[in-house]
């Protein structure tokens, strides 16, 4: 790995999310050697990515190279690589590019889409957690109207030109918004000779309400955008098959060539960490994000389970415990070196909010709840101060102000056709 030997503390980090990030910022100045490790050399803006698959934002917008947030920093170095295993005994990192030893371990890898063991749904859905699945659904979006196009079988261009979400959470609304504003202001524009209203748009939800983790205002007032937008909104409904065309849920059979997974995640734990402490894929850690049984290793952000009695869940998978966790560590780490008391994490929640389309977004802030207008104005200021980078804050701001003004979307661009895999392929990759 070419690493350099030191006689500092060598303190690895694997995932360059919000959670790595934050950590190895803050710890600049600090008397140890950092080594950040992502398997992507960019880090990855993951609340605007379904912008990306509803050609909104181009994906380097959301994305910022790593090596460049840390361009200035001393005693860092990042290397691309995926890490494989973990040599909990002796202290060693495998990776696909080498082993690593390391004094302080500090796991940031995220989460993965959780498809409760359905592995056909697993293979036919379009999940959106990472760039690359982004752009495959923007292709796959944009190559069904191509192909709606072309047929004269009236049930094959409906099922060509519905879209399935399966999760009525923050992805699953915003995602859902976005489709029925292409459909409304972009699509009429760009196949004048396709009739649209045989677009639907679905939202299936297990849960009675979508964003069930809001406020009832919020999930109300988002169900009534939705419902304006003229998306249909299943709730208590939950998915049962798929065939690639036919979609079985426990309410209503519906026909769509696109499913789309926005249902659930689960913690992305690396292989080596004792399954004792892993609960739905997450790491269980004490209150200073040290995984439980161990002394040098550490979890932070979705992949860390820190439960209490106040919550018995964890913190819940969304940004800001990821960010506030990485500085946290990064203060108890200076702490440790310099033989002071730690911090315990304490949460400071910051509300949440969801963007359902023009003008309409729904916040929970910590002393005011919002929906409608403002809460849009909000939700476009949060988002644009959280992108990493000036120039993509620069880019998103054109071109949310671009698509405002002229009703449009400017990414409507098939680069990399996707095409789906075939079953054997795809046995192959989970076997
Ligand atoms: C579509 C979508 C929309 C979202 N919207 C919101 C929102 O509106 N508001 C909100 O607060 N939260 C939102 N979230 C959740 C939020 O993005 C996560 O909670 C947050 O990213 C967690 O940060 P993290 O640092 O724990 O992990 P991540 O940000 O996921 O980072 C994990 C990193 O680890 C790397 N990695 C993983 N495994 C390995 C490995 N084995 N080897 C090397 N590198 C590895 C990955 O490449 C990645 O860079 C959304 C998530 C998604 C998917």
Redo the contacts with the bound molecule.
Sequence with gaps: MNIPETNLPRIVI???????LNLAKSLKNTEAQVVL????NY??F??L??QVATAGLEPDSIAYPIRKIFKKQKNFFFRV????NIQTNNNILETTIGNLEYDHLVI????KSNYFGNDVIERLSMP??FVPQALNLRSLILQNFEAALLTNDLEERKSLMNYVIVGGG??GTELAGALAELKRHVLPKDYPDLDLRQMNIHIIEAAPRVLAAMSPEASSKALKFLKKMGVNVWLDTMVKDYDGDLIKTSNKDLNSKTLIW?AG?QG?S?IGISSDIIKGGRIKTDEYNKAIGYNNIYA????ALMESEENPKGYP????P?IQQGKNLAKNFKRSFKNQKLKPFVYKDLG?M?TIGRNLAVADLPKIKLQGFIAWLIWMFVHLMALVGFRNKVIALFNWVWGYLRYDKGVRLIIRPYKRATKEQEEEVLS
Excluded at 14 to 20: C, E, K, N, V
């Design positions: 694997i995932g360059g999310g919000f959670g790595g490790i992502d398997k992507h880090h990855t993951q609340p990515l379904y690589a995926e890490v494989q940031a890898t995220g989460s959106m957690k923050p992805t926005a995640v992305s690396p932070i952000g979705d992949v998978m969304v940004a800001q990821a949440s969801a």
